[in-house]
């Protein structure tokens, strides 16, 4: 059978039903179920998941296809020879997996059908895309890439397992033939990124990751909310206090004029007010993170803060300061989300 052919044929067809224990043909004096058939050869386009054909033909010559049956509630129905290649739903669904072939047979009523061969092909990559498209990828970890291609026509496929992988530095990380990215170490706020890079027929797809050593949600919150971690914050009783506090800038409407919102319980909010786009005095600058507004806020400079802050100064510029190390760090890594 030709591959369009193939085709033709799958896109015809309904869905199965029945399995081990269900009979087409009904109790009592009906019919028995005599032979399960499905095609010899059947070719598919990698990422198309169309149904397959079964027909059943009983002793009367009554002929059963998939239009006339429910569904086989059992995936102990099918078997496959090569489920990487692709594995057949309870329903007869095809899920295509990898380009190649295997066999697969489909049990019913007890009746085994013949071994019907699946061909999975690729069509014409147009482009391919990579995944997930975080924008991070933190030190001394691994993360799972993934690559799909668009095809002629508009389909896509998931070729995780047929692109060539690569990374522009080796030293930084490496990737398997799976697509699974493992980082090395890194200094800390030193910057890094690493393009990774999927290759099929000539076209690429690339996703840019910042390597990150500092989690916002965790290392940079314990940092605002923690004031054991920051040496001065005093305000309205002279008493320390956190950023967080309701007394600075978690009060629901900030503190002293300043649309800085530092909500404890909700580490996104506090991310978006720290990062909102500012024509002048920016709260993050990625340029130089020494003048983020931030730190000029903040930051002991002559036993003052270099822009006035009711509450005080917190950090000293220096590497001693592991609560100010923690932000910069946080700062040349590029202020993202995670």
């Known amino acids: 059978m030709t591959k369009l052919a193939g085709w033709t044929l799958l896109t015809a067809l309904a869905v199965i039903s029945g399995c081990a224990t269900d009979h087409p043909f009904g109790r009592g004096e009906q019919p028995v179920l005599e032979s399960v058939s499905l095609p010899a050869n059947v070719n598919v386009l990698l990422g198309s998941d169309p149904l397959i054909s079964v027909v059943l033909e009983s002793s009367d010559g009554t002929v059963n296809t998939t239009a006339q049956l429910e569904g086989c509630a059992k995936a102990s129905c099918w078997s496959t020879t090569n489920p990487a290649v692709a594995t057949v739903d309870p329903d007869g669904r095809i899920r295509t997996h990898g380009t190649g072939q295997t066999t697969v047979t489909f049990t019913y009523a007890g009746v085994i059908s013949n071994q019907a061969t699946i061909e999975v092909f690729l069509g014409t990559a147009l482009s391919v895309r990579v995944a997930p498209g975080v924008g991070y990828v933190f030190a001394d970890s691994s993360l799972q890439m993934a690559a799909e291609a668009t095809l002629e026509g508009g389909d896509t496929a998931d070729v ?13 990380g490496t990737i398997t033939v799976g697509g699974l990215l493992t980082v090395s170490s890194v200094s800390s706020g030193s910057g890094e990124q690493m393009i990774v890079r999927a290759t099929l027929d000539g076209k690429s797809g690339t996703d840019t990751l910042q390597v990150t050593t500092v989690r916002f949600s965790t290392d940079v919150m314990a940092v605002l909310s923690n004031i054991s971690l920051i040496q001065e914050a005093s305000i309205g009783d002279g008493q320390p206090k956190a950023c ?37 005095n920016p709260y993050i600058d990625l340029v130089d993170p020494i003048a983020s507004y931030i730190f000029q806020k903040t930051l002991f400079v002559g036993g003052q803060t270099p822009v ?7 950090f000293a510029n220096n590497s001693d300061d592991a609560a100010f ?14």
């Open 244 to 280: 967080t506090n309701t007394e600075c800038h978690g009060a629901v409407n900030g503190e002293g004029g300043d649309v800085l919102l530092m909500t404890v319980d909700n580490p996104q909010a506090i991310y978006n007010s720290l990062t909102a786009p500012a024509e002048i």
């Open 160 to 172: 995780t397992g047929i692109v060539v992988w690569s990374t522009s530095s080796d030293t930084l």
């Open 325 to 338: 190390m923690t932000l910069k760090t946080w700062v040349l890594e590029q202020a993202l989300f995670h």
């Open 308 to 314: 006035a802050h009711d509450g005080g100064g917190h």
